[in-house]
T-cell receptor, first 113, second 113 residues
Framework: SQTIHQWPATLVQPVGSPLSLECTVE??????LYWYRQAAGRGLQLLFY??????ISSEVPQNLSASRPQDRQFILSSKKLLLSDSGFYLC????????????FGPGTRLLVL | KQEVTQIPAALSVPEGENLVLNCSFT??????LQWFRQDPGKGLTSLLL?????REQTSGRLNASLDKSSGRSTLYIAASQPGDSATYLC????????????FGAGTRLFVKA
C-alpha cells in the first residue's frame, strides 16, 4: 500500500531564516506530487506541482521554491522566511493525469516569528 | 476563474441527525469533484470522488451528488455521530489550468453527543 510522509510535523522559525520541508511517498512510482498551503480558516492553496523528476510548476509567485531530486521525494524550500509564510503545509500525490484522487500527507505546521 | 464556495462555514447538530453540506463552483468544465475530511491539525482524507460523467457516489453513511450544469454538489451524512466532527472540504479539478485542484474553505461540523 502507498504511504506519504512529511517532516517535520511542527516547525518554529525566525523571520529571515531558511526553510526545508520534505515529503516522501512509498509504494508507488512516478506519482504527481503537490505542495499546498492552508492558512487558518481558508481553503488550500496550490503552491507547486511536479509530474516527474526535476519538473516543477509554480502556481503562485512567492519566496518559496520546490525541488524533486528523486521520483518519490518532494522538497519545499525558502532562503529567507517571511511572517506571511506561516501556515499548514500539505504534500499530496496522485496518479494518472487529473482524474484520480489526491492522497495527502499529515502536514507540517510552520510558525514564523 | 474557477471558484468553490461551501455553505455553511460551520454547523452544529445533535447526534443522529441527517445533514447536508453544500458546495458550489462557478465553472462546470471539470474533470471531477471530491469531498475530503480534515481533522484538526491533520492532513486530508478523501471521502468520495465523483467523475464529471457521474451524478452521485455513496460510501457507507455518506452520499455525494453532483449537478455539473448548475455548479453544485451536496454531501449527505446520514445518522450523524460525534466521530463525524471534522472539517469537510470540497474540491474540483478544472479541465483547464494544468493539474490545479480548487478547494473550498470547508464546512466545520460539530456533532453533539
Amino acid at each position: 500500500s502507498q504511504t506519504i510522509h512529511q517532516w517535520p510535523a511542527t516547525l518554529v522559525q525566525p523571520v529571515g531564516s531558511p526553510l526545508s520541508l520534505e515529503c516522501t511517498v512509498e509504494g508507488t512510482s512516478n506519482p504527481n506530487l503537490y505542495w499546498y498551503r492552508q492558512a487558518a480558516g481558508r481553503g488550500l492553496q496550490l503552491l507547486f506541482y511536479s509530474v516527474g523528476i526535476g519538473q516543477i510548476s509554480s502556481e503562485v509567485p512567492q519566496n518559496l521554491s520546490a525541488s524533486r531530486p528523486q521520483d518519490r521525494q518532494f522538497i519545499l524550500s525558502s532562503k529567507k522566511l517571511l511572517l506571511s509564510d506561516s501556515g499548514f503545509y500539505l504534500c499530496a500525490w496522485s496518479l494518472d493525469r487529473g482524474q484520480e484522487t489526491q492522497y495527502f500527507g499529515p502536514g507540517t505546521r510552520l510558525l514564523v516569528l | 476563474k474557477q471558484e468553490v464556495t461551501q455553505i455553511p462555514a460551520a454547523l452544529s447538530v445533535p447526534e443522529g441527525e441527517n445533514l447536508v453540506l453544500n458546495c458550489s463552483f462557478t465553472d462546470s468544465a471539470i474533470y471531477n469533484l471530491q469531498w475530503f475530511r480534515q481533522d484538526p491539525g491533520k492532513g486530508l482524507t478523501s471521502l468520495l470522488l465523483i467523475q464529471s460523467s457521474q451524478r452521485e457516489q455513496t460510501s457507507g453513511r455518506l452520499n455525494a451528488s453532483l449537478d455539473k450544469s448548475s455548479g453544485r454538489s451536496t454531501l449527505y451524512i446520514a445518522a450523524s455521530q460525534p466521530g463525524d466532527s471534522a472539517t469537510y472540504l470540497c474540491a474540483v479539478r478544472p479541465r483547464t489550468g494544468g493539474f490545479k485542484t480548487i478547494f473550498g474553505a470547508g464546512t466545520r461540523l460539530f456533532v453533539k453527543a
